[in-house]
């Protein structure tokens, strides 16, 4: 049974991101609003304090690892360690770090170096000798192309295998963090004949030639992190920097790259509910400051109808917290979570929008100006609702697991 009171080195963990985001991310956070494609210099320092706090082992919230390490020498069994009880480990701390960091920031913490979406792809289909090479790489994730968006199987990117190097073509399109991180984790077929079972996913140094950035999206929100079209013409990277087994298995079919998802979706809810929290923090302040008495002992509709719509966001920022802590929880503990991934990212990415939005609405023109960070953040949890699946998505996966049905039966 899941555990909802986090341990102290999680909670310790989440003061030090919860920290981070208050005395450097919210300070910077108009800031890089307005001068977008600027790179935040104020990351690197604390970019370094990470590496620091991984490598003295006080926090583990640094690289690829996501909860996952190669096994050395001396070190305890894994499964040994799993009988001995429930774990919260990697991906609950990681989950904690996005939720803290983006109260702060959402832009900026899509921006810090070497935690990218393409290092939680690494960890989770990685082997352990390239968990090694590329667990401390900043690696951005290259699905999307210009021809689909959330219809992962549609990838046409193609990688052909030529000697003891594969061969990538293709354009992918919104690449978060494309332009700054040092490789790119990027979906690609390498049979168009055999359909959804031969895409597999590549680890492309940024530097690697043939690869180009051609463009950097101007976006409606997340403004402080750069969002990249990439070219792959003729690039050639080394055979073994393919991710997991290079076989393609036709009866496994999608299943084994879409475990990324199951890993990246809970920490993309994670963030929706960081923003979530920031955006009803400030809304308490000024409906009190409004002379709005938000109360826990009357009932919703024998108070202010801001107070009771206050409360409603409140219950339902709450639901998306606990599911979020549910797929986390279930990942650590090496129980399958697809569907539970899935509902935590439709349920925050939902709840997200529809919190930020209203309080900008109940904060009249205090949220729509921008003497509070409010309408920022109405702005940057639109795209937490878009990527890594769309609210539409994840619902249709959901309702194939709660019916059983495979992706051809239920469209």
């Excluded at 984790?185 to 590549?202: E, P």
């Excluded at 792959?232 to 290079?246: A, T, V």
């Amino acid at each position: 049974m899941i555990n909802l009171e986090l341990p102290k080195k999680l909670r310790a963990s989440a003061n030090q991101a919860h920290q981070v985001a208050a005395e450097i991310f919210r300070p910077a956070s108009r800031k890089y609003d307005l001068a977008e494609h600027d790179y935040p210099t104020e990351l690197d320092t604390m970019a370094a304090m990470i590496e620091g706090l991984s490598d003295s082992g006080t926090a583990d919230i640094s690289g690829a690892t996501g909860g996952r390490k190669a096994k050395g020498e001396g070190e305890p069994d894994t499964h040994a360690a799993e009988l001995l009880g429930n774990t919260n480990g990697g991906n609950m701390s990681a989950l904690m770090n996005a939720l803290e960091t983006c109260w702060g920031d959402a832009g900026l913490m899509l921006s810090i170096p070497y935690q990218g979406l393409g290092n939680a792809a690494i960890a989770a289909v990685a082997t352990d000798e390239q968990l090694s090479r590329f667990g401390k790489v900043w690696a951005a994730m290259a699905i999307t192309e210009p021809s689909f968006g959330s219809d992962s199987a549609a990838v046409t990117t193609t990688a052909t295998l030529d000697g003891d190097e594969w061969v990538l073509n293709g354009t992918k399109i919104f690449v978060t963090a494309g332009s700054r991180a040092t490789h790119i984790v990027v979906w690609a077929t390498v049979d168009k004949s055999l359909g959804r079972a031969a895409i597999k996913s590549f680890v492309v140094p940024r530097d690697a030639k043939g690869l180009t950035v051609s463009r950097l999206e101007h976006k409606l929100g997340i403004k402080a992190s750069d969002t990249a079209e990439i070219r792959f013409e003729d690039c050639r990277i080394p055979k073994d920097n393919i991710l997991g087994s290079p076989e393609v298995n036709v009866e496994k079919g999608f299943a084994g790259v879409m475990q990324t998802f199951d890993n990246t979706r809970p920490l993309v809810a994670a963030m929706a509910v960081g923003v979530g929290r920031a955006a009803l923090e400030e809304l308490r302040k000024v409906l009190e400051d409004a002379g709005v008495e938000i109360s826990y002992d009357k009932p919703a509709n024998n108070q202010h109808a801001a107070a009771a719509e206050f409360l409603r966001m409140e219950a339902d920022w709450e639901s998306a917290y606990l599911l979020s802590l549910r797929a986390a929880w279930m990942a650590d503990n090496k129980k399958p979570n697809s569907l539970e991934a899935s509902m935590s990212k439709a349920k925050a990415g939902r709840m997200g929008t529809d919190v930020t939005l209203k309080a900008v609405e109940l904060a009249g023109a205090t949220g729509y100006s921008q003497r509070t960070l409010l309408e920022k953040w109405a702005r940057d949890s639109k795209i937490l609702d878009i990527f890594e699946g769309t609210q539409q998505i994840q619902q249709l996966i959901v309702a194939r697991r709660v019916l059983g049905l495979s992706s051809d039966k239920l469209k």
